[in-house]
């Protein structure tokens, strides 16, 4: 085993008025349940930066290291580790949940969780994040990626985390191959992870958005006879006839974001379901969303809200990727030191809404 350094460069947050410095700090060490793992490649979300300068004001506890999921390889493990190996390759799931109590659960380095005991969590043990040469794990958040399986290195593999949140939203509402559904909007960051996704498992996408170029664009980079696309107008009449010219819809799975709350499309989407139709809302909406209730009731319609994924989605989703239905690539991934922090999160704001086109992240 090779020893930890004593100590490490990492990327903290003491306020969110000021800018995250780059200190050195004592390495973490590897305690029963966990595993220590150094970092290849950390995600950016593409609002990380309103995240940590707080205008987009998640809650967490300060000071913090901060980041989010990652791809890194195993440099230490807990004693009670029975499977991992050090060097491995793993997945850093930024979904952690209590041991005792799955429902405690809260978002790594980025947002500790809607309840008193996720907030325990993440200001205690599990406090410091992957934007740092090295991370303390959970032992269960980290899988294991087979690179001559996955056949793609580490630039490909980190757009894992896109594409695990909307996996959460269609396996929640069961979506079958076969199937048509919904996405919107899909030429978000999340929304065209959605769209790849659904492909892959065989529906028919119809793709919503405002944006008719940036549609057309996806539906070109995408090159799917099972993808079609529908501008939205915002006049729910006009637009729900575009969408009945689609046919039978069976679901559709909402990933807009918080400035989209008065959008008329929730309403058109879901008055454009069969009945027995399913929706997923995974949005982080600002404020409270208007539903059609005549229509839920009278066509059944069952809606679902969905707040990340099951353990159980994350290793279904690698094995997708290890057949080869699910396709990684294809992406510009732009890479930034721990020092060059403010251009990678600069270039993740301007990755958002891009259809996925691009990933920023930050290799320690
Ligand atoms: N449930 C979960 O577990 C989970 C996890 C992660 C993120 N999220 C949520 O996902 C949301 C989307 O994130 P993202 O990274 O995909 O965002 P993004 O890349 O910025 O994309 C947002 C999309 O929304 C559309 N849009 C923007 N303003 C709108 C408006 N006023 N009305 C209608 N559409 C509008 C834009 O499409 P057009 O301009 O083409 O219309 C854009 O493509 C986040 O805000 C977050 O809350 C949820």
Redesign the pocket.
Known sequence: MTPLPETHRALVLTSTSQPPEVKIIPTPQPTPGSAVVRIEAANI???SKHIYNGTRPYPFSLPLVIGTSAIGRIAALGPDSVSLKEGQLVFIDSFVRARDDEDAAFLFGVHEGHTEAARRLMRGEWRDCTYAEYAKVPLENCYVLDVEKLGVGVEELQDISRLL?PY?GLRDIDLKTGESIIIA?A?????SAATKLALAMGARVIGV???LE?LKELQTSYANDRFEIAQITGDVPTDLKTLQTFGTIDAYLD??????AN?T?FKTCMLALRKGGRVSL???LKGELTIPVKVVVSKDLRIRG???YERQDVRDLIKMIEVGVLKLGGQTVEKFGLDEWEAGFDKAVEF??SGGKGSAIIVP
């Open positions: 979300i593409s609002y949140v959460g909007p030429t978000g960051t999340f929304g958005g405002r944006n940036a990933i807009s974001p918080p400035e989209a959008s499309h995974m949005g982080g969905k707040w990340m958002g809404g």
